[in-house]
């Protein structure tokens, strides 16, 4: 089950990296979070969990990431941006779930 998780994380990873930055949102924060960084984190993190476990503090900064999600995704209201954030908010989630499988 944690393989065709793995799978499916890969990818969403690829889809997401083909999908242009939504204009206008490089410099802009969004709920106290910049847009551009959680973009990053996004990357950053489910590309580490693609490579295996991640520690305790980074797990807690995915978790962090997808309560950040909770917040900003409201509050946009670009389409595209909305679209792209939303894909990057399923990345960090499905990426979640893996590591608490891995605990198992």
Do not use: W
Not at 12 to 17: L, V
Not at 21 to 39: N, S, T, Y
Not at 63 to 77: D, E, N, Q, T, Y
């Amino acid at each position: 089950m944690i393989q065709e998780k793995l799978d499916a994380l890969s990818q969403m990873m690829d889809e997401y990296r083909t999908m242009p930055f939504p204009a206008g949102f490089r410099g802009l924060a969004i709920e106290d979070q910049d847009m551009v960084m959680l973009d990053a984190d996004t990357a950053g993190y489910a590309s580490r969990v693609l490579k295996g476990p991640l520690t305790e503090p980074s797990r807690g900064g995915l978790m962090r990431l997808v309560g950040a999600f909770k917040k900003v995704l409201p509050a946009i209201s670009d389409d595209y941006a909305t679209k792209f954030y939303t894909h990057a908010r399923d990345v960090v989630v499905l990426a979640a779930e893996i590591e608490a499988l891995r605990d198992q």
